[in-house]
């Protein structure tokens, strides 16, 4: 089992930015694609991006593509989403996960993410 810890979250102006950080125990981390996902109050959890183990396979969601960048540092067993031009409507918890298979591409499907952190709180506001 992974154990993921996000952090970097916070309160910001519309416009502005943040970076969030997920770093994973375990020496598995490399080999395994990362996702991040949020949870706005009242919505279902959504997926926001993903990058597969060797960092050449990334995928975002419409609502933030341009927006957002995922990259991850092996070395360092983490994962970080860059998150620029923040609106209100990008305020939720926000959640990374590994996919539970070795070498797979960068996928948005919740169900293949097998471990989950507890969770880094946005808050944007206008």
């Known amino acids: 089992q992974v154990h993921l810890v996000e952090s970097g979250g916070g309160p910001v102006q519309a416009g502005g930015s943040l970076r969030l950080s997920c770093a994973a125990s375990g020496r598995i981390f490399s080999r395994h694609a990362m996702g991040w996902f949020r949870q706005a109050p009242g919505k279902e959890r959504e997926f926001i991006s993903a990058?597969?183990?060797?960092?050449?396979?990334?995928y975002y969601a419409d609502s933030v593509k341009g927006r957002f960048t995922i990259s991850r540092d092996n070395a360092k067993n983490t994962v970080y989403l860059q998150m620029n031009s923040l609106k209100p409507e990008d305020t939720a918890v926000y959640y990374c996960?590994?996919?539970?298979?070795?070498?797979?591409?960068?996928?948005?499907?919740?169900?293949?993410?097998?471990?989950w952190g507890q969770g880094t709180q946005v808050t944007v506001s206008s």
């Open positions: 996960a590994i996919d539970g298979i070795e070498w797979a591409t960068a996928i948005a499907t919740m169900s293949a993410y097998n471990s």
């Open positions: 990058i597969n183990w060797s960092s050449d396979n990334t």
